[in-house]
């Protein structure tokens, strides 16, 4: 009979020891091996290699495609992201922050779902009383919608087998255990475990089933990535918990792209869509001040515009201060240096604080020129104007690069009330001359003509 042995499991990256150490030879981190406790699998063992069933084996001409069925959430911004709604048999893991609102959102595309399907919601971390409160706190009710406060994974995949739903939802895996895994609950052989059981369980039965997953202290879902590889789709919740907008990305997605986004703000009946994302990332903007630029970014298929705060101030340290707020710390390095090898501005005596307003992370190259031009007017203390939005790729030769969507681009910030757009000059030729885009378009082929495109319309008004 087969004896069960004690391993330890990596848990960042998942690789296995016989016997402990303080540093895992594969990822590097310090202090993650943990002792984890196999069991022999009794299903398995025994079974030669030679010994298994037929392979079925199916002509691809043979098959003929059909669209998947999707479940509309009655949030269109949680549709968006997922490609168009919620696939029938697929599984979504959601994963984000303590407290940034993934049971709320969940338990509020319940009372959608609940409507016309049935929806099960089965929760590891709290009684069922509790979400009783919390969903009459948000108005969710329906016949449709059944709640259970269950961890044993095997009782709730037996459930589900027997009343057969539309949708189940998990908050959240960390919680959930199989008896035949001797390891606690949370664990990298339980969680990777119970991921698998309910990927069978979602595929077997036809059923859409979402995940809540936990974060680490470095952001990413608890557990290695093996748990974002078992799933389908992986949405991420994003946003400063002292802040009222939260932002849905997909980092995964079989079903549809991976570039969309979903803007929502969080309000004490719960989380409300943000319809008009620029509106929101713009509210409150200052006028006249210095330091201040309005970038036209574009996420998946939406063109947002965003406010871009530089703030350039002499320094009291021999080394001056560098600080990003949803900004890469890096490429702002990489910008300053081509500041002053092509333009000749001298950031060496100033501190250097950039800020995207609303929570937004920019990760497009398309930022550079935003970036670049609000650190040019925080140096000078010179306002680029309230009326002028920018957009385009800086190289480290000083060249303004072109950049993709310029037209979506430019009818956002026209339909904004922006009077005035700098663009790359190359990009100039994918605009549609015949259209009248109800704005005045500049091009700037580096950074020494966007300063006296700048110079121009401050000159103007």
Known sequence: MAKSKTVYICEECGQEYPKWSGRCNACGAWNTLTETLIQPNTHSAGRSISGGGKLPLTSINALTFKDETRYNTGMSELDRVLGGGLVKGSLVLLGGDPGIGKSTLLLQICGSLAKDKTVLYISGEESERQIKLRADRLGVCGEGLYISACTDCDTIIDGVRESKPDVVIIDSIQTMQLSDIQSVPGSLVQVRECTSAFMQMAKSLDIAVFLVGHVNKDGGIAGPKVLEHIVDTVLYFEGDKQMSYRILRAAKNRFGSTNEIGVFEMRDKGLEQVENPSAMMLMGRPAGVSGITVLCTVEGTRPILAEVQALVSKTSFSAPRRMTTG???????????????????????????????????????????????????????????????????????????????????????????????????????????????GISIYGAANLRQAFKVIETISAEQ
């Open 327 to 437: 900004f890469d710390y890096n490429r702002l390095c990489v910008l300053l240096a081509v500041l002053e090898k092509r333009t000749g501005y001298n950031f060496g005596g100033y501190d250097v604080y950039i800020n995207v307003i609303g929570g937004l992370k920019i990760d497009e190259p398309a930022s550079d020129l935003a970036i670049t031009l609000a650190l040019y007017s925080g140096l000078l203390d010179k306002p680029v104007g309230d009326d002028v939005a920018v957009f385009g790729e800086v190289g480290l030769g000083g060249e303004i690069r072109a950049v993709s969507h310029i037209r979506e681009r430019v009818r956002e910030a026209a339909r904004m009330g922006f009077a005035k757009c700098i663009v790359p000059k190359s990009s100039l030729k994918s605009l549609d001359k015949t259209e009248n885009y």
